[in-house]
């Protein structure tokens, strides 16, 4: 009777190996995703902050700004932390820095030269968008070590000089969950379209429900669009349900002010559809219901990640900024941590609601023209 319990049990074995086998993709996929992992996550951690946004607004125009702005441009041609920026109009560097097209601002004032000769006290206004912890610290500790080369005597010195650094930072102190926030709530409309449209795409199809769709007279326009329609919906729910949840959770109050909500809204609307016609598009021609589980890991950690929902995109090597340029994961990050974080509204996040339109449209065609292929 132990044999033949022994020879069942090694049936089993024996089935799922030639099922795993006879699956290439399945292979592939589960050898690339420890790799796609180590090379993403390795990359996106830790990183220097290179070519963020420093505006400069020179009231003084004297022989010390200038030497302030020389310094300024030796770090950028150097260690390239910032590319500077310069403004005449101090209010307009101040609103680009709340709406997100600034990592940070810096204001030297009237007489600014003279402050330094007088021995006055003379400050330099450093304006930042403290929503991003890693950020924040980057700008202050090297406008720090500036300052400090700023104040080292010449060679010859007649006056000491002392130059301050005074932060001014726009928003409340960010705690670090709530800056995990947005990248939260996008996480999860991705995991409702992968579990919702993906997972059960395939499994339909594979118990042939979508074979049956054609002998009725809706056409396959319609049938794609029904799907990313419904897809759509349930990621808009965990959305919502998310959003409210997490925003309890991390005391972000600003969340339930209605012209928020309605940029909420949209944001959430505009991911899904994107979303939903991303996977559709993967899934369209794919029959084995074991690929998308094996595939949906490496999805997560190549959009999640590089996305900036938990590290800066400005820290990352320049091939992973492209993949960050094209992942619709980073315009909606960008357009929820705009809201949620800064209160700020279309001003900030168009681009963010057009590409993922757009990106939503492209996908919604193509996932139409392979469909079509298929069946």
């Avoid at 499994?203 to 049938?223: M, S």
């Avoid at 016609?277 to 219901?289: A, C, I, L, S």
Wanted: proline letters at 5%.
């Amino acid at each position: 009777m132990a044999y033949f319990q022994s020879e069942r049990m090694m049936a089993i074995v024996e089935r799922d190996l030639r099922k795993f086998f006879r699956s290439p993709a399945l292979m592939m996929a589960a050898m690339i995703f420890p790799l796609v992992q180590l090379i993403v996550l390795g990359n996106a951690f830790g990183g220097k902050i290179r070519d963020a946004k420093l505006g400069i607004c020179d009231h003084d125009h004297g022989p010390q700004s200038v030497r302030v702005i020389e310094s300024l441009r030796a770090v950028q041609s150097n260690a390239r932390t910032f590319e500077t920026i310069v403004y005449t109009d101090e209010k307009l560097m101040v609103a680009d820095v709340r709406k997100g097209d600034l990592n940070g601002g810096l204001v030297i004032p009237p007489q600014f030269s003279r402050d330094v000769y007088s021995h006055a006290r003379p400050k330099i206004g450093l304006v930042l968008d403290n929503t991003d912890n890693f950020m924040t610290s980057t700008f202050e500790q090297t406008m720090g070590d500036l300052v400090a080369a700023l104040n080292q005597p010449d060679v010859q010195p007649r006056v000491v000089q002392q130059v301050a650094l005074q932060v001014v930072e726009l928003y409340p102190y960010i705690e670090y969950m709530k800056y995990l926030l947005p990248g939260s709530i996008t996480l999860a409309m991705f995991v409702s379209v992968m579990i919702g449209g993906g997972i059960v795409y395939i499994d339909d199809k594979a118990r042939g429900v979508h074979e049956g769709y054609l002998v009725t007279p809706i056409t396959k326009v319609e049938l794609v669009a029904g799907l990313n329609v419904a897809g759509a919906l349930k990621a808009m729910g965990a959305g919502v349900v998310l959003t409210i949840i997490g925003s309890l959770i991390a005391g972000v109050g600003s969340t339930f002010q209605p012209a928020n909500l309605f940029w909420l809204l949209l944001l959430i609307a505009s991911t899904s559809f994107a979303f939903i016609g991303m996977m559709f598009t993967m899934m369209v021609r794919v029959n084995d219901p074991l690929i998308p589980r094996a595939i949906f890991g490496i999805l997560n950690t190549l959009l999640y990640f590089p996305s900036g929902a938990i590290y800066p995109v400005q820290a990352f090597p320049k091939w992973l900024q492209w993949i960050a340029f094209i992942d619709p994961f980073t315009y909606s990050v960008h357009g929820f941590k705009a809201v949620l974080l800064k209160g700020v509204g279309l001003a900030a996040i168009w681009p963010d609601l057009l590409y993922l339109s757009g990106f939503a449209v492209v996908m919604f065609v193509l996932s139409t023209l392979l469909f079509k292929r298929t069946l």
